[in-house]
């Protein structure tokens, strides 16, 4: 896979003798769905779909509860990609008390993050692996500036 492009997602959560919170255990099915769409999708590209999935430390966990749940595509953040926020709420189980990551996008706020959120976040980070993310004329370009065929 050296001279093929690639889209790595990682993912963490706490897993404590082999469990997880229900959140991360929903969180985790939707990442593998989401690797399921994007496989086929972004070979045809010639991306590969890398998926990494890390357990977080209970004595890591306790430090900072908010690592828990965290998804990465290419080394940035979901809600970097997104343009989302990044909060909190209180979890349960393995868990405990602690107040756990939650992702706020378009006035929504998902505490398992959906499969559609991470297809998204992944197509804009493929795009940028094509070097085709774009967002338009830049300013003051005219749209006649754009125009396929010469005059």
């Known amino acids: 896979m050296s001279d093929k492009k690639a889209l790595i997602i990682k993912w963490q959560r706490l897993l404590s003798d082999g469990q997880t919170c229900p959140r991360c255990g929903s969180t985790e099915a939707a ?7 994007l496989t086929p999708a972004l070979a045809l590209l010639g991306i590969a779909v890398v998926l990494e999935k890390n357990a977080l430390s209970a004595e890591a966990f306790r430090r900072d509860p908010l690592q828990s749940n965290m ?41 398992a993050i959906p499969a559609e959120l991470i297809v998204r976040a992944g197509l804009l980070a493929a795009a940028a692996v094509l070097g085709t993310a774009t967002t338009g004329p830049s300013p003051g370009e005219s749209r006649a500036k754009q125009r396929c065929c010469p005059e």
């Open 31 to 37: 990442v593998e769905k989401a690797v399921a769409a």
């Open 71 to 111: 998804i990465w595509l290419n080394g940035r953040l979901l809600e970097d990609w997104l343009e989302a926020q990044t909060g909190r709420s209180e979890c349960c189980d393995v868990c405990g008390p602690n107040d756990c990551r939650t992702v706020g996008v378009g006035g929504e706020i998902y505490e």
